[in-house]
T-cell receptor
């Protein structure tokens, strides 16, 4: 079965600093990978996705992520963090579950705090 | 705004009761997914429907059931409620494919269920 590990439960960065959130996955085949962001009291918003092709993918709000098959990782990056980026970030892997279906398995999330 | 709507936003009920959560997917989306988010378990996939038919089951309790109607809206029924069922329940939708191929899921704002 697939799994996702986000090693950092909570990260604090200063506004304007760079950011990298780690994500490692376990899946036997080519994964479909996603990053979502959840602001307090809100639903999840899709930041970016990787299905195939270029391993560096660009998303919304200035985020990017790099798929590294050899490391089973899909880390999320942003060169300069804004105070509005404070939220919880979830990495997810989409995998086939049989019977023509696929489902998302989420990591536990990384909470990002931003110091003004 | 993802285009996915969920009602009600908040629900407070007592143990042993039954509640129904409602979800309307984005226009044109055929697949609906239900997730439960709690502090201890994180985001857990419950069940998926595609065009009215159950497609996949995750960690859904036998006390929980769901259905998708001809107009594609979906309802999640939770019965014999326990304190541990208190959580955020999210609905997500995607275009979906008959083959169950990958696609990004768009999440609703969630229903916060409190069981007292």
């Amino acid at each position: 079965a697939q799994s996702v590990t986000q090693p950092d439960i909570h990260i604090t960065v200063s506004e304007g600093a760079s950011l990298e959130l780690r994500c490692n996955y376990s899946y036997g085949a080519t994964p479909y990978l996603f990053w979502y962001v959840q602001s307090p009291g809100q639903g999840l918003q899709l930041l970016l996705k990787y299905f195939s092709g270029d391993t560096l993918v660009q998303g919304i709000k200035g985020f990017e992520a790099e798929f590294k098959r050899s490391q089973s990782s899909f880390n999320l990056r942003k060169p300069s963090v804004h105070w509005s980026d404070a939220a919880e970030y979830f990495c997810a892997v989409g995998a086939y579950s049989g019977a023509g279906s696929y489902q998302l398995t989420f990591g536990k999330g990384t909470k990002l705090s931003v110091i003004p | 705004d993802s285009g996915v709507t969920q009602t009600p936003k908040h629900l407070i009920t007592a143990t042993g009761q039954r509640v129904t959560l409602r979800c309307s997917p984005r226009s044109g989306d055929l697949s609906v997914y239900w997730y439960q988010q709690s502090l201890d378990q994180g985001l857990q996939f419950l069940i998926q429907y595609y065009n009215g038919e159950e497609r996949a089951k995750g960690n859904i309790l036998e006390r929980f059931s769901a259905q998708q109607f001809p107009d594609l809206h979906s309802e999640l029924n939770l019965s014999s409620l326990e304190l541990g069922d208190s959580a955020l329940y999210f609905c997500a939708s995607s275009v979906g494919r008959a083959s169950g191929g990958p696609g990004e899921q768009y999440f609703g704002p969630g229903t916060r269920l409190t069981v007292t």
